[in-house]
């Protein structure tokens, strides 16, 4: 895939991420768009996420919306929450609204590319063509991050950096977007 967002990572065994409101490879909902950018029908809403077989040994996970076809050198960040506890294998719908209402304890949203600490939805620039959003669950070897110098206060590119050293799988579900004129 061009400008494959984890292929300068390491390669990792997979394991299943479904949705009930985000279908692999298909549009986007209207909700997961993003009302702040006055998308039509946008409600910056994160989507429900359910994933299973995550490699023996995981403790804990993040999970991570990326645009890599943003028009920037760096993609574009809409989600990252970490510290989420091995236990939990599904984040419900708005569980990324501000506050994070649907994460269970512990866990923390850092702010998206646009400031804010909850999901930002899509909100690709009008006539620039599709954009993929890969939703990435992370497994990892660490119960927290935060021995590792992630705080609230670090940036999504920073999570990725970290996650890269405790990554035991990653299960991903890419959905696109696309506003024309």
């Known amino acids: 895939m061009a400008n494959d967002p984890f292929h300068r990572l390491p390669e990792v065994p997979s394991f299943a991420l479904t949705s009930t409101d985000v279908t692999d490879g298909e549009p986007l909902p209207g909700v997961t768009m993003s009302g702040l950018f006055g998308v039509p029908g946008g409600e910056d809403r994160s989507p429900q996420l ?86 990435a669950v992370h497994a990892l070897d660490t119960e927290s991050l935060a021995g590792d110098g992630v705080t609230p206060d670090s940036t999504p590119a920073f999570l990725g950096f970290v996650i890269s050293g405790h990554i035991l799988g990653r299960a991903v579900l890419t959905a696109t977007a696309e506003i024309t004129g």
């Open 50 to 135: 359910s994933w299973s077989g995550a490699p023996e040994g995981t403790k804990g996970y993040a999970v991570t919306m990326y645009d890599p076809d943003a028009p920037t050198q760096s993609g574009f960040w809409h989600w990252a929450v970490y510290d989420l506890p091995a236990s939990v294998t599904e984040l419900a719908a708005g569980a990324g609204d501000e506050g994070g209402p649907g994460l269970p304890d512990g866990a923390v949203q850092l702010k998206n590319d646009a400031g804010g600490a909850r999901f930002l939805g899509a909100a690709p620039p009008a006539g620039h063509g599709s954009h993929r959003y890969v939703f």
